[in-house]
């Protein structure tokens, strides 16, 4: 089998889907995508499979090194994301050559299901004690939100009580033993997390996510010092080599690769074990597309130490096209009970509408973040 050619989609809400063909007919989707940069990342994708038309797909291992290490200057969101998604539509193929989810092809299950979160509010929460019950009502078990709007190094105690007052009223909402995970975003500099950590202990969040940016995860020593809620973080790290450091230092309890960013399934495969050597638990970060989810789903499978997982059916980014409308068999994605079933079909197991994707990348998109700036001018972060 040879890989004869390939297409790229960009479709909304902010979405890339890579499609992989081969000589005998089977194909194979991936989800190469950094938000906001999808153009950039269509063109990286571009550049690698310049080296793999003739090649045989099923060489996954290869290919994957071949994509990283062939090149002097490596890694970073736009690169790995490039391979991220290859990596998921070669493993796509393969499955379905031994018309096999891929999870059997790493090992095999240890799970049936795992337990899904569901995002409440926005950018700028409101009302999410009212939205917290709604998805808890749904059968939910965890929601996620982000905890604060934009702060400066050191701000008020106004905006940390503004905070506190949003997860009182979720956890009052939802009750004592709904998980809660609040997401700093990177938003928060030291000073500010420290105390936002401190205050928000008597809720019992199920983790505080991204209370520093990445780069500045040394900062996470003395917020750890100041709370025990676990200390969640990873979405903006891409490799391995990445990760090394935040494990070996001991101060995250959870991390959140992202299988469309961080070098797809044969990378966060390896991740996730490397994790578990240190008794580090996993919550892949997935607010993307069916693919992105689907391959996230085939690596929790067979990874012990992965206990929930994102989705973004119904996030606040998914207007006018969401998570199932790509999809012929939606019930791939039933939720129950808090938990997704793994997909059992060959390969990623998910079949795309491929009509749909095809109608929707003619319309495509041009999704950014937002810019925020504080009152004084300076750049804030989103």
Not at 207 to 230: G, Y
Not at 306 to 327: K, T, W
Request: a negative charge; hydrophobic letters at 40%; proline letters at 5%.
């Amino acid at each position: 089998m040879k890989i004869t050619g390939y297409e790229l989609f960009q479709v909304p809400p902010r979405w890339l889907f890579l499609k992989i063909e081969t000589d005998e007919g089977i194909t194979g989707w991936g989800e190469p995508v950094i938000e906001g940069k999808a153009s950039t990342v269509k063109a990286c994708v571009h550049e690698l499979m310049e080296q793999l038309i003739g090649k045989d797909p099923a060489r996954i291992e290869d290919h994957w090194n071949m994509m990283y290490r062939s090149g002097f200057y490596r890694g970073g969101p736009i690169h790995m994301s490039a391979i991220a998604g290859i990596d998921q539509a070669l493993w796509d193929i393969k499955g379905k050559f031994f018309n096999a989810p891929v999870h059997q092809l790493l090992g095999g299950a240890c799970r049936d299901s795992i337990r899904v979160y569901s995002w409440i509010g926005g950018d700028r929460p409101a009302d999410v004690g009212t939205a917290a019950k709604e998805v808890v009502d749904a059968g939910f078990t965890a929601v996620k939100m982000n905890g604060t709007e934009e702060l400066q190094y050191v701000d008020s105690y106004e905006k940390i009580d503004q905070t506190v007052e949003r997860i009182a009223a979720v956890r009052e909402a939802v009750g004592d033993y709904i998980g809660i995970g609040i997401d700093f975003h990177g938003r928060v500099h030291k000073p500010m997390a420290k105390i936002l950590a401190k205050e928000l202990e008597p809720f019992r969040p199920m983790f505080i996510e991204e209370p520093v940016l990445p780069e500045n995860n040394e900062a996470l020593r003395d917020i750890a010092m100041h709370t025990n809620i676990p200390i969640a973080t990873g979405e903006r790290m891409f490799s391995r080599w990445e990760f090394k450091k935040l494990l070996s230092d001991g101060y995250a309890d959870i991390i959140q690769p992202d299988l469309s960013h961080a070098g797809g399934i044969t990378e966060c495969k390896k991740i996730f074990s490397m994790a578990e050597a240190y008794d580090v638990a996993v919550a892949p970060h997935c607010p993307l597309g069916p693919i992105a989810l689907a391959a996230c789903l085939q690596v929790d499978a067979t990874s012990h130490n992965a206990f929930i997982q994102e989705q973004s059916l119904g996030i606040h980014y998914n207007v006018e096209s969401d998570l199932l409308d790509y999809i012929t068999d939606k019930s791939v994605f039933h939720y129950e009970k808090g938990h997704v079933n793994i997909p059992q079909g060959p390969g990623l197991g998910i079949e795309i509408n491929e009509d749909h994707v095809r109608k929707l990348a003619e319309k495509g998109h041009n999704w950014k973040n937002p810019v925020w700036r504080h009152a004084d001018g300076t750049i804030a972060e989103w």
